[in-house]
């Protein structure tokens, strides 16, 4: 039974160091596209949030039409 | 030992309920077949560039391409035969006649092209020849923001807007208000109309033969169909299920669901609807992998019964549809050659 629950705990211990890892990556290649791209923002700044990139979503805060809100 | 198993067996149940993320649905319509169409690419000589074209109308072998984030002009003209390029309007500029923006295209009956400039609040009557001069109407200052348009008849314009009070307004030649029709379709409460309308931002098309004006939302999945020779909602597709989802930031609305419709037409037999459905959560962490346009035009018989849906090879974001000829134009801004073409069985 002990091994049992030893094996599990392994198990379940190594499952959230993968979606740790997995998700840090996920966040990692985000940082680095909005990085990448620090000026396809799209003037749409406001003390509220920013509008990225330029294409056809109307950004709450200013005139233009970008891709997508934040 | 059963403490330690018991406190990691609820840390990777916390884990993987947390990262579960929501998924934009866009199985919200069903539709009775699905038919898959190939697009022919209509190539574009090297004279013009386009940036994001999102709006193309064709009348007697014209073709109207408008970018809306162009350098210099924002409509073009092309042989629809040679795709020859004839001539471009509406010049980007902060002169009195020229352009801060343009929304759509539309056609009247005598072949007078007219547009409307949001950013100036404008609905202009475009010269074919640039020397002649524009017609301008200044839209009432009561309107905030209108970003579509359609024409009711020869002298009334039928206009959506952010101030949400009302679902359209109806202007004169001289840009009046005339008056008010219908709601947004929410069921949220608490909310600034503003706010909603942002949300509800929809893109619109009338058929004046009929009477009949469809409205299909950009953030979601919802279709709206009125009847304004009688003055009645005919049918609205989708106002639970693919309501528009937002947050208000701060008095803004921040869409977090879907990229929903971006074109609509009312035709004589159907009612046909451009839908992307790609989820804004998607466009966020994948930007560069993202592709513009939607796969798919849902089609609805003119009491908003889904009839069919076609399964495009491309994605696109505008199109022009000829319910005669079996025709559709579209333009897919991921491509260098965006006007395609494409046919379709008539029934």
Sequence with gaps: MKKYLMLLTCCVAIGIAMNVSLQFRIDSDKSEITLGNIEALAQGESGSGNCWFRASVDCPYSSIKVLYVE | ?347
């Design chain 2, 1 to 347: 030992m059963k403490r330690i198993f018991a406190v990691v067996l609820l840390m990777g149940l916390g884990f993987t309920v947390t990262s579960c993320r929501t998924v934009a649905s866009a199985e919200v319509m069903v539709f009775p077949e699905t038919i898959s169409l190939q697009g022919k690419e209509k190539t574009i000589g090297d004279s013009v560039y386009l940036r994001y074209p999102f709006r193309v109308r064709l009348q007697d072998d014209v073709l109207y391409v408008m970018d809306i984030h162009t350098a210099a002009y924002y409509i073009h003209l092309f042989d629809y035969k040679t795709m020859q390029h004839k001539g471009s309007l509406a010049h980007r500029g902060e002169a009195p006649q020229e352009f801060l923006s343009t929304e759509n295209i539309r056609i009247d009956e005598q072949g007078d092209v007219w547009t409307l400039d949001a950013n100036k609040s404008k609905i202009v009557h475009l010269m074919k020849e640039e020397v002649e001069q524009s017609r301008q109407i200044n839209l009432d200052k009561d309107l905030i923001r209108t970003l579509d348009f359609d024409r009711l008849n020869d002298s009334v314009f039928i206009v959506p807007d952010y101030t949400g009070q009302h679902r359209i307004t109806f202007v004169n030649a001289q840009g009046d208000i005339l008056k008010h029709a219908f709601q947004i379709p929410t069921f949220t409460e608490k909310q600034s109309t503003v706010v909603l309308a942002q949300a509800w931002r929809s893109f619109i098309s009338y058929n004046p033969q009929l009477g009949i004006l469809g409205m299909a939302t950009q953030l979601g999945q919802v279709l709206e169909i009125y009847d304004l020779k009688q003055d009645t909602v005919i049918k609205i597709i989708g106002q639970e299920t693919g309501a528009p989802q937002f947050v208000n930031r701060g008095g803004y609305a921040v869409p977090t669901g879907i990229m929903g419709y971006s074109d609509i037409h009312v035709g004589q037999k159907y009612i046909y609807a451009l839908f992307w459905g790609s989820s804004f959560e998607a466009i966020r962490k994948r930007p560069d992998d993202h592709k513009e346009g939607g796969r798919f035009v849902h089609v609805f018989d003119l009491q908003g019964n889904p009839v069919r849906q076609y399964q495009l090879d491309r994605h696109l974001t505008g199109f022009h549809i000829d319910e005669e000829q079996g025709m559709m134009i579209g333009l897919d801004v991921n491509s260098n050659q965006p006007v395609v073409e494409y046919v379709f069985n008539l029934d």
